[in-house]
């Protein structure tokens, strides 16, 4: 994967002390500009803010995004979070959410109104999905789908003075399909959003890229520890101002405490996100010389469809590899109940490596052709790596498939056995 990310942002917020540097090194100290001279971030645990005279109390308040009015309006923990966010995305601005979704739902509803069409890739997580699906339509508000792997999808299907936005993922759930960040940033017209959250900030910039707005569920990689449920947006101060009306509405404001997490989390992205590339990688290719599996989907493969878009565009493949057991439902159930250093969990990014079987829990509702539809075969398993020793955890996935290919081999002798 290339070196882009190291290069520095254009116009990197704060004192100009990180300007220039790497953004390994500038992601030790951003987000530390009001800090007093503490050397790691304050917890403001506070839900609002004094003021000495009527005048200050009115600047508090017609202050856009302040942060030291009321904290449903802005926080300064939270604020040193959204600018930790904003520099290592060379955006102007980042704005934290109660959660990924919590991100998703205000850039939707805050930004369409009933008449208005999305373009949204068809790759998506389930919630994102789910909200275009079920919530849109209540409200008026068209989406039409598309292949996010296909050329020309995304720039084809806006309709012009209709489509207000358009919503990539990339790289993708379930099976880390990797969309055009340059096709989707030159889409004239519509705000562009992309949600990063499987790459992290240090594994793409989309805005880069022209992409207005970059989305990350902060709960997976970003805070990276399992401990905090918090989202964020980069983009434009404009932009970012114009939904932070709507937000503020909305109400789904990150905590101070989950933001002092995300932004702890930052501090060591770089280191965790080596490691976890490190560790998928070794496990995606010792996963293709595999008998029981029938693929491995990892943008570090060459066998990955979109492997040299991703070599392009992304400077780490990041920690996730999605495959599908040969042995559907029954094997895809027995491996994420065999795997014994890995844990069986609904999440990704954190130290502990996770597994998930989406067939039989996530997504365990959907009907056959649904599953299909989304991508999603009964022995598909997705897999996120951990900080264990990369040995470890290829030894003990590997481990479970053999166990597994001997339970589903015992399984239907003991069928055959009944039938006859
Ligand atoms: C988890 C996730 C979300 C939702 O984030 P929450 O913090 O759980 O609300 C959105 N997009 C992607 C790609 C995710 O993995």
Same mark, same amino acid.
């Given at each position: 994967m290339t070196e882009r990310a190291d290069r520095a942002p254009a116009a990197p917020p704060g004192d100009g002390a990180l300007d220039g540097l790497h953004v390994q090194t500038r992601a030790i100290r951003a987000g530390r500009d009001d800090n007093q001279n503490a050397l790691a971030p304050i917890l403001w645990a506070t839900s609002t803010f004094t003021a000495d005279t009527v005048s200050e109390a009115h600047d508090m308040a017609v202050d856009t995004h302040s942060s030291r009015f009321y904290t449903r309006y802005g926080n300064p923990t939270v604020k040193a979070f959204e600018d930790a966010v904003a520099d290592l995305e060379g955006t102007e601005s980042a704005r934290a959410f109660a959660s990924g979704m919590g991100a998703l739902s205000a850039i939707v509803l805050g930004l369409c109104s009933s008449g208005d069409h999305i373009v949204a890739q068809r790759q998506l997580y389930a919630g994102t999905q789910l909200l275009l699906q079920t919530a849109c339509p209540r409200f008026g508000i068209d989406v039409t789908f598309v292949d996010g792997t296909e050329p020309g999808a995304f720039t084809g299907a806006v309709l012009p003075g209709r489509t207000v936005l358009v919503i990539a993922e990339t790289p993708a759930n379930p099976k880390l399909a990797v969309a055009d960040l340059a096709e989707v940033g030159a889409i004239a017209g519509p705000m562009t959003v992309v949600d990063s959250t499987f790459?992290? $900030? +240090?594994?793409?910039? $989309?805005?880069?890229?022209? *992409?207005? /707005?970059?989305?990350?569920?902060? !709960?997976?990689?970003?805070?990276?520890?399992?401990?905090?449920?918090?989202?964020v947006v980069a983009g434009s101060e404009e932009l970012l101002a114009w939904l932070w009306n709507y937000a503020v509405l909305h109400g789904a404001v990150a905590s101070p405490f989950d933001a002092l997490n995300a932004l702890r989390g930052i501090r060591t992205l770089a280191v965790r996100l080596r490691q976890q590339t490190e560790t998928a990688a070794a496990l995606a290719e010792a996963l293709e010389g595999q008998p029981t599996v029938e693929s491995v989907h990892y943008p570090g493969l060459a066998s990955h469809p979109q492997h040299e878009l991703a070599a392009r565009q992304m400077d780490l493949a990041g920690g996730l590899v999605t495959f599908d057991l040969a042995d559907g439902y029954e094997a895809g159930r027995a491996f994420v109940e065999e795997v014994r250093v890995v844990r069986l969990a609904t999440s990704l990014g954190g130290p502990e490596s996770i597994v998930t079987h989406p067939a039989s829990t996530t997504? &365990?509702? /959907? +009907?056959?052709? #649904? +599953?299909?539809? %989304?991508?999603?075969?009964?022995? !598909?398993?997705?897999?996120? %790596?951990? +900080?264990?020793?990369?040995?470890?955890?290829?030894?003990? &996935?590997?481990? %479970? /498939?053999?166990? *597994?290919?001997?339970?589903?081999?015992?399984?239907?002798? %003991?069928?055959?056995?009944?039938? #006859?």
């Open positions: 790459a992290t $900030p +240090l594994g793409q910039r $989309p805005a880069d890229y022209g *992409v207005d /707005l970059v989305v990350h569920s902060a !709960t997976k990689a970003i805070a990276g520890h399992n401990d905090a449920t918090i989202g997504h &365990v509702s /959907l +009907l056959p052709e #649904e +599953l299909e539809a %989304a991508c999603i075969g009964q022995g !598909t398993v997705r897999f996120s %790596a951990g +900080l264990e020793h990369t040995d470890d955890v290829v030894a003990d &996935v590997t481990g %479970a /498939l053999d166990r *597994v290919a001997g339970i589903v081999a015992a399984r239907s002798r %003991a069928d055959r056995e009944c039938r #006859e």
